[in-house]
Structure formats: C-alpha cells, structure tokens
C-alpha cells in the first residue's frame, strides 16, 4: 500500500517571500502520479499541481514549483512570492498511474499562514 | 464548464438515521470518486465509480454505500448513523478513461455532515 507524509503540521511565511512545504512517500510502483492540492477556509480542495513520475522534469505553475526527488521518495513544493490568499492547507496526494484507478492517497496536511 | 456540484451542503441527522449525498460530476467526466475528511483521520477514499461501475472501494464499513447513474451522478448513503460519521464528504470527478486525459480529480464543495 503506498502512503503520504507530511510532517510539518504548520508553516508560516513572509508575505512576499518564499516557502517550501516537504511531502515523502512510499510506493512500490515505478510509474504515478503526484499532486498537491490547497484546501483555503472554504473547504473548496484546489489543484496545485501535479508531476509525472516518469518526467524528469519539475512541474512548474507560476509562483508554484515542485522538487520531486523519486530515488529518494521526495515531492516538495515550493511557493515563491507568498501572497496572503496562499493561507490555506495544502495535501500532498498520491495517483497510481494505473488507468483503472483514481484513488488519491493523501498526506496528513499541513496549514500555511501568511503574515503580512 | 461547470464545475462538481454536491447537495446538500449541510445536514445534520440523529443517531441511526441513513442520508444519501449527491453529486454531480464535471460535463463529460465518467469517474466519480468520494472522500471523508475529518480532523483525526484526515482525507480517506471511500469508493470510486467509473460508467455506473464500482471500480475501486476503500475500507470503510458496509453502511456506506454508493451508487452511479447513466449521466454520471453518483449518490453516496450512509445508513445507522453514528456520531462518528460526522465528516466533510467531498466528491471528485475525474477525467481518467477519456482519450488523452490526465486524469486529475477536481473536488466539489463537499457536504458538511454532522450526527447528534
């Protein structure tokens, strides 16, 4: 079975600096996919964003970046130019990349704040 | 394109009641999946349907149940209600099964349950 870790349960940052949330996990798999997902106050869970385990490349959405570490079982994100509408949860989520199965696996969570 | 609708928003049922949540998938998503979210046990799979079809079931007990219908809705029931059941249920819809589709699962507002 895989699983997620998160285990920073609370971060805070700087408005308008920058922040890395860390995410391990563990799967026997080769081929997946990782997420991030933000969950603000209204419960609304929002994609971030997502990296191919077969990509070697880091997924990049703007001001959001990942560093994803496969041999070591590492996806961070990182988060440049905090903006106080970042304040929020934010899981790190697990897809195996079998077509036949969309179940998220997801991390325990960890709640950014955003200082002004 | 619209996106996940669920109804109700917000119930709250006694003790040995049953509820039945429902949701409404993105246009042209085939799977449906759901998730209990609470404080202790953070977000958990519940089941996932694909065309009408359970394809994938997670380890909860056999008073939650769910249900697909030909457009894609899928209905969720819990019968006797316990305390425990109190929950944020969130429904997904995914894009997987269709031609060169990533399969991201996008979340619905979710339906805060509460038990008393």
């Known amino acids: 079975a895989q699983t997620v870790t998160q285990s920073q349960p609370e971060m805070s940052v700087q408005e308008a600096e920058t922040v890395t949330l860390s995410c391990t996990y563990d799967?026997?798999?080769?081929?997946?996919?990782l997420f991030w997902y933000k969950q603000p106050p209204s419960r609304q869970m929002i994609l971030v964003i997502r990296?191919?385990?077969?990509?070697?490349q880091n997924a990049t959405e703007n001001r959001f970046s990942v560093n994803f570490q496969k041999a070591a079982k590492s996806f961070s994100l990182k988060i440049s130019d905090s903006q106080l509408g970042d304040a929020a949860m934010y899981f790190c989520?697990?897809?195996?990349?079998?077509?036949?199965?969309?179940?998220?696996?997801f991390g325990k969570g960890i709640t950014l704040s955003v200082r002004p | 394109k619209a996106g996940v609708t669920q109804t109700p928003r917000y119930l709250i049922k006694t003790r040995g009641q049953q509820v039945t949540l429902s949701c409404s998938p993105i246009?042209?998503?085939?799977?449906v999946s759901w998730y209990q979210q609470t404080p202790g046990q953070g977000l958990q799979f519940l089941f996932e349907?694909?065309?009408?079809?359970?394809?994938n079931k997670g380890n909860f007990p056999g008073r939650f149940s769910g249900r697909q219908f030909s457009n894609s809705r899928s209905e969720m029931n819990v019968s006797t209600l316990e305390l425990g059941d109190s929950a944020l249920y969130l429904c997904?819809?995914?894009?997987?099964?269709?031609?060169?589709?990533?399969?991201?699962?996008?979340f619905g507002p979710g339906t805060r349950l509460t038990v008393t």
């Open positions: 997904a819809s995914s894009s997987l099964g269709l031609a060169g589709a990533a399969g991201e699962q996008y």
């Open positions: 799967t026997s798999e080769s081929d997946y996919y």
């Open positions: 990296q191919e385990a077969y990509k070697q």
């Open positions: 989520a697990y897809r195996s990349a079998d077509g036949a199965n969309s179940k998220l696996t």
């Open positions: 246009s042209g998503h085939r799977s």
């Open positions: 349907y694909f065309s009408e079809t359970q394809r």
